[in-house]
């Protein structure tokens, strides 16, 4: 089910570098015609290649198929380097249904998912 039509389901996808890891601070509601920002910002994670990518999904309220198959297509590209942090309530429940976290591993903040990502 998707959300009503709206003027501000903008999103946004906020990178900064933390601790030798880029993180994308996405902002927004997800589906198909709004999920395109996001892919971007994981193709140029991709095409910059370097260090761990962290996607703070805290402040995403919604996310459907489209959005799942993003983030599959930057696990693919980016292997074990990807990981997804504070998930909102609504994206931990999808993730949790459809296993997603058995691809790529959800953490309970961006701290924790750096840490995870950084070599020990």
Known sequence: MQPPPSEDRAVSVISRRERGALVLTVSGDLDIDSVPPLGRALGKAVEEGSGPVVLDLSRVGF????????????????????????PSPFVQRLIGMIGLDSAIPVLRDVDEAIDAALPS
């Open 63 to 86: 996310a459907d198929s489209t959005t799942v198959n993003v983030l599959l297509q930057g696990q693919t590209a980016l292997g074990s380097r990807l990981r997804l942090a504070a």
